[in-house]
């Protein structure tokens, strides 16, 4: 078995770029967004980086920041 590598430093005096982090997903109201376990939907709420309220057609779900199941369509 294998440890799990940790990801490598980024040294200020390397004479390679540093790598270049994603931006945070942003979603505004009326946003259409599909999630993996609730599928297709749409944002009703934003809080600031926090979470998003999604209306799901049956339910209405408060997705927590950093949405890695949820994606823009």
Known sequence: MTKPSAPKRFLPTSPFKAPVAPPPKQFAVG?????????????????????????????????LSPYAKMSKL
């Open 31 to 63: 946003d259409q967004v599909t999630h993996d376990v609730h599928g297709l939907g749409r944002v009703t709420g934003v809080e600031d980086g926090i979470a998003a309220v999604v209306d799901f057609g049956s339910t209405q779900q408060r997705i």
